[in-house]
């Protein structure tokens, strides 16, 4: 056992005993604390109709990702026929065929798993790399704060959309499979790459507020380790806003992606998505109006989906937004 690991065995080991000295309960102030902002901000959400309106669309479309195969109404978007071309939508059809003839329905309904997907694994980079780099330079402070925080000023500099583009233009000369292939992984690597510098500004200012508190104090004068102190007792301080945010973020990098694909950088063909759907009906606005306009709706659905549960839960997480 290393010297660290007997340090917060002891450290356990003395707030047990101060627990059974006192032979009454102890309550955790970080625990106590968290419990009662997740109530009062679940009594919040609860009376609040941007809470229940997000949530609804956000399962509708989650499950549009899972099980396509149920919105499509069995049809398989690459059974296509030529002869069904461009076709307005009817009452067998309710999105109508595109240039392929393929059931434009089950285009839209298959497109949201990668839509979806890549917003949710970005998002997953995003904190990944916000949070270690934030809690670093919050925690540590000095030289490394300074550096990291001109890192991030440095990748600030350059706009989402700008930077993936950069980075999926270059993908392939790099050589990486993951990068090279511009599939999922590599557009929510991208986007990941120039999108975590505002969750760890959230976080460096949450550990830096937090850090001085006394019961932090309290457990580093018990010997905890300094990665104990970040996971038990100051990060979990900054969970409300970053989740805030995440929700948010959510949104806006499947909107990202399917820029990208539009401009040609994101996903490639024989991929189905919202915004090669978008990409590819453009030409066609005039003649087939329908094959810009419903993945255009959905898209903007599910991004106002997750941009509205964010919203309703800043409202509920910040105590200055209850009447």
Known sequence: ????????????????????????????????????????????????????????????????????????????????????????????????????????????????????????????????????????AGYYGGIADSLLARLTDIFFALPLILGALILLRVGPSTGLPIISDRGAGAVAIALAAFGWMTAMRLVRSQVIAVKSSDYVAAARAMGASNLRILTRHILPNAVAPVLVFSTITVGVLIAAEATLTYLGVGLQRPAISWGLQISTGQSLLRTAPHLVLFPSIILSLTVMAFIMLGDALRDALDPRQRS
């Open 1 to 136: 056992m290393t010297e660290q690991q007997q340090r917060d065995l002891r450290h356990d080991e003395v707030e047990a005993g101060t627990q059974s000295v006192l032979a009454t309960p102890r309550v955790d102030v970080t625990d106590a604390r968290q419990n009662s902002l997740w109530s009062d901000a679940w009594d919040s959400l609860k009376r609040n109709p941007l809470f229940w309106i997000g949530s609804f669309l956000g399962v509708f479309f989650v499950l549009m990702a899972i099980v396509p195969q149920l919105f499509s109404g069995g049809a398989d978007p690459r059974d296509c026929d030529l002869s069904n071309s461009k076709q307005a939508p009817s009452g067998s059809h309710w999105f109508g065929f595109d240039q392929q003839g393929c059931d434009y329905l089950a285009n839209v309904a298959y497109g949201a798993r990668n839509s979806l997907m890549i917003g949710l694994l970005a998002v997953i980079g995003v904190l990944v790399i916000g949070v270690i780099v934030g809690a670093i």
